[in-house]
């Protein structure tokens, strides 16, 4: 079997297979307010972007294949096999990878920054498959799943009716209408995330 490190990555992807079985929205609330309360103020904007898939880099489908072909070695063919079985190709990502020769590391938020912005800053499609191709192999398939959720947009974990300014304003102690107004005046959660914590709301203005 494949090791998986203990580290941020590995969190984030067992919180959203936790948000993704879980009916209650009660539940959903709970585990993302307690994973928000461990971040550090460094961790939380970018937590907030992954976690309501807004203000990240994305990939097409293309690019994203390309990568996985370099990373496992398989033919065209077993990719077109397995995706069409699957239709969603974060989960396309994880049965492939699974069969490919990695090397897992342990991740921070802080690296998962610096991958995100490496791809967004650089050139032309070739540089930046082969920038997720290196990233990949560093990675258990489970977290692999998660990165390729994350390049395409299918993550929105707690973006749904406000699911992710309730659990902001239950890990912080703060009232949901305040997280939505700050929100609403900045366009940026993470920055009422960190604003929050810190009991800086009042000062969050136009």
Same mark, same amino acid.
């Given at each position: 079997?494949?090791?998986?490190? @203990? $580290?941020? &990555? ?8 936790? %948000? ?5 929205? #009660? *539940? *959903?609330? !709970? #585990?993302? @307010? ?10 939380? /904007?970018?937590?907030?972007?992954? =976690?309501?898939?807004?203000? &990240? ?8 294949? +390309?990568? %996985? %072909? !370099?990373?496992?070695?398989?033919? =065209?063919?077993?990719? *077109?096999?397995? $995706?069409?079985? +699957? ?7 994880? &049965?492939?990878?699974?069969?490919? /020769?990695?090397? /897992? #590391? ?11 912005? +490496? =791809? ?10 082969? =920038? ?8 258990? /398939?489970? !977290? ?52 929050? *914590? ?9």
């Amino acid at each position: 079997p494949i090791s998986r490190p @203990s $580290s941020a &990555l590995r969190d984030l992807s067992d919180l959203l297979n936790s %948000l993704t079985t879980t009916a209650s929205r #009660l *539940k *959903k609330t !709970e #585990l993302l @307010s307690t994973f928000l309360k461990d971040r550090s103020d460094e961790e939380l /904007p970018l937590v907030t972007r992954c =976690l309501s898939g807004t203000g &990240l880099t994305h990939l097409g489908t293309a690019m994203i294949r +390309q990568s %996985l %072909l !370099e990373v496992t070695g398989l033919p =065209l063919a077993k990719y *077109k096999t397995v $995706s069409a079985g +699957q239709n969603d190709s974060a989960r396309t990502a994880r &049965l492939l990878l699974a069969e490919a /020769p990695l090397d /897992p #590391l342990a991740h921070s938020f802080q690296q998962v920054g610096t991958y995100f912005e +490496q =791809l967004r800053s650089t050139d032309g499609s070739l540089a930046k498959t082969q =920038l997720l191709s290196n990233w990949l192999r560093q990675c258990h /398939p489970a !977290e692999g799943e998660t990165i390729v959720r994350l390049l395409t947009g299918g993550l929105r974990a707690g973006a749904k009716e406000g699911l992710y300014e309730e659990a902001v304003a239950r890990a912080f102690g703060a009232r949901q209408s305040e997280i939505r107004y700050a929100a609403m005046l900045t366009g940026d959660l993470g920055e009422v995330a960190v604003a929050a *914590k810190n009991q800086t709301l009042d000062d969050i203005q136009l």
